[in-house]
């Protein structure tokens, strides 16, 4: 199964995309519908907030006076929070429901209009935000019959453009004609979902190929954050922490355009442990890969065990390694990255090396001998690495 987080502004037009991916055959799951569904008249939700908050909370038909309700717990957090006690869990069974009915082989569209504000986006595979310019939203609510200042003051209370940024996966622009709209979601419904939802099913990690040196892009830091948030939920308390490693975690630094990261665990019995959670999160094991190749100087590769989850997302490109909690390649992906922050001219003489050994493996499929062609300059790197640590007194992060 895909999960898909949709969510956008008030007014952003974002039932337009669901109804587009509904389409498609995506089963959506409507947040707001389901929430007045538990609290309609006969359900056990309502007669909990009847008895909490007495009757004044409800209409002349017996129904649930949303207006009333708003107005109690408004100024109210004790309300609020009794409120949300009796709604939320029925909320999120009913969801856990219909998750399971839609079966294994679904895509899942989860349209929550609050899904930034609650912090819900590891929650998903993937997480889209509709957006449209304000004023145009603004025009939109006022159509529907909402008072222009109403509209601007629920816009307003909403989170901000660069909060729904940092947790868009996919960002739709629903600005301009409806069917330039429709036919974003037909290519990303063609070119990422179905794909995406195919790879996770058969546990297929995406083939990375040759390297692409590209130059350095500031969504890398986001998009990072993103999969550690949710390998980290994945994860559990298996999970002693989660970085972002490799060369797309260095400022100003050029770079495979892979997402790097690193897993930290007690044992290797608990990395196999975690397969099947890191699968069914969209990191699939990458069968084979159980010792770091790059960078050891050492021959023996007992020393530097780890296992590899790559990403099946055939959108974004990103390696997970699982690593235990002291090993020397834990400690050394760790170091490495903080040396090269620090060091300017480390830095240029690795972009040096990385575009022209590109240039000339970048074309190869496998990616060894590339691998193999950079060991050179890490075994001269590593004791310069060391001494700026042992001089800077730089330790790795406590876990």
Not at 128 to 143: F, H, K, Y
Request: cysteine-free; hydrophobic content about 40%; charged content about 30%.
């Amino acid at each position: 199964m895909l999960r898909l987080g949709l969510t956008g502004g008030i007014g952003s037009g974002k039932s337009t995309v669901a109804d587009r991916l509904a389409e498609h055959g995506a089963r959506v799951i409507d947040a707001d519908r389901i929430s007045r569904e538990v609290v309609a008249v006969g359900t056990d939700g309502l007669a909990e907030i009847s008895a909490r908050f007495g009757p004044e909370v409800l209409d002349a038909d017996g129904a649930l006076d949303r207006a009333a309700m708003a107005r109690l717990v408004f100024a109210d957090e004790s309300a609020r929070s009794d409120l949300n006690g009796i709604v939320h869990p029925r909320v999120a069974a009913r969801t856990a429901e219909l998750m399971t009915e839609a079966g294994s082989d679904a895509i899942v569209v989860h349209d929550v209009p609050l899904l930034v504000e609650n912090g819900y986006q590891a929650d998903y595979h993937l997480v889209i935000v509709v957006d449209a310019p304000v004023e145009q939203r603004v025009r939109r609510l006022v159509d529907r019959g909402l008072p222009e200042e109403d509209a601007r003051a629920r816009i307003g209370a909403q989170a901000s453009e660069a909060q729904r940024r940092d947790a868009a996966d996919i960002w739709l622009d629903n600005g301009a004609e409806l069917d330039r709209i429709r036919s974003s979601v037909d290519e990303l419904w063609r070119e990422r979902l179905v794909p995406f939802e195919a790879n996770i099913r058969s546990r297929n990690p995406l083939p990375l190929n040759g390297p692409r040196i590209v130059e350095p892009d500031p969504e890398w830091p986001r998009r990072a954050s993103r999969l550690l948030a949710r390998i980290s939920k994945a994860a559990g308390d298996s999970a002693l922490r989660v970085d972002h490693i490799g060369s797309t975690s260095v400022p100003g630094l050029p770079a495979n355009d892979v997402i790097d990261l690193q897993l930290t665990v007690r044992s290797l019995a608990e990395a196999e442990a975690l397969v099947e959670p890191l699968a069914e999160a969209g990191m699939p094991l990458l069968p084979g890969a159980d010792t770091d190749e790059a960078h050891h100087p050492q021959p023996d590769p007992e020393q530097w065990p780890d296992r590899t989850h790559v990403s099946a997302d055939p959108g974004l490109r990103a390696k997970l390694y699982l690593r235990v909690a002291g090993a020397a390649n834990w400690r050394l992906a760790l170091l490495l990255p903080a040396w090269l922050r620090a060091d300017d001219g480390a830095r240029r003489e690795y972009a040096s090396i990385k575009r022209d050994l590109a240039a000339r493996f970048g074309s190869d499929p496998d990616t060894r001998r590339y691998i193999e062609a950079k060991r050179p300059w890490f075994e001269r790197a590593l004791p310069r690495a060391e001494r700026w640590a042992s001089e800077t007194g730089w330790q790795p992060p406590p876990w």
